[in-house]
T-cell receptor, first 117, second 112 residues
Framework: QKEVEQDPGPLSVPEGAIVSLNCTYS??????FMWYRQYSRKGPELLMY????GNKEDGRFTAQVDKSSKYISLFIRDSQPSDSATYLC?????????????????FGKGTHLIIQP | ETGVTQTPRHLVMGMTNKKSLKCEQH?????MYWYKQSAKKPLELMFV???????ENNSVPSRFSPECPNSSHLFLHLHTLQPEDSALYLC???????????FGDGTRLSIL
């Protein structure tokens, strides 16, 4: 079982729709959760960062974390064609708390999102 | 300049060549990272440096050799690469290792 599961898409929605992007994970030691946006030929750009269960809002973006279900989501309201990109979820656990293992971010494969004008 | 800058943006090399990738961060961060991004695969962490000391090497082949001369610069030296090493190589930095990472735009590497 992979540590982080993310549907690669593509996910195509009309402009103005609410977009829901999701990741599930298996390692309960993950403490911090991030969403990155990556445009073609560019590096990942940090969108949202959270470390607790619940919702965090920033403009049109809302990040949701449910640690009991090991599930995180990113919602985009009033989607725009400029939101078309690949969205990567990422999670961090400190090896001190997880009994060792890689120290760094674990990424999902990314979801390719297309907003149709 | 701000953020994380990577050079070159594109690199084509033969299997017997030696080349280096460069990364520079202008954020005052203490940790720097190299990642490999291949199509349809998650980002793979290659190396981590914290306060200029290497703290992670995820079983990366020895044909990849990192160097961190100071907290702002990171290099990835390449030697005798294989075709499967063709990928986007991303550099990132963070204030501390448990803080969000900021990425450069990567070097697109093609091995002939």
């Amino acid at each position: 079982q992979k540590e982080v599961e993310q549907d690669p898409g593509p996910l195509s929605v009309p402009e103005g729709a609410i977009v829901s992007l999701n990741c599930t994970y298996s390692n309960s030691a993950f403490q911090y959760f991030m969403w990155y946006r990556q445009y073609s030929r560019k590096g990942p750009e940090l969108l949202m960062y959270t470390y607790s269960s619940g919702n965090k809002e920033d403009g049109r973006f809302t990040a949701q974390v449910d640690k009991s279900s090991k599930y995180i989501s990113l919602f985009i309201r009033d989607s725009q064609p400029s939101d078309s990109a690949t969205y990567l979820c990422a999670m961090y656990c400190n090896p001190l708390y997880s009994g060792g293992g890689a120290d760094g971010l674990t990424f999902g494969k990314g979801t390719h999102l297309i907003i149709q004008p | 300049e701000t953020g994380v800058t990577q050079t070159p943006r594109h690199l084509v090399m033969g299997m017997t060549n030696k080349k280096s990738l460069k990364c520079e961060q202008h954020l005052g961060h203490n940790a720097m990272y190299w990642y490999k991004q291949s199509a349809k695969k998650p980002l793979e962490l290659m190396f981590v440096y914290s306060l200029e000391e290497r703290v992670e090497n995820n079983s990366v082949p020895s044909r990849f050799s990192p160097e961190c001369p100071n907290s702002s610069h990171l290099f990835l030296h390449l030697h005798t690469l294989q075709p499967e090493d063709s990928a986007l190589y991303l550099c990132a930095s963070s204030q501390m290792r448990d803080q969000p990472q900021h990425f450069g735009d990567g070097t697109r590497l093609s091995i002939l």
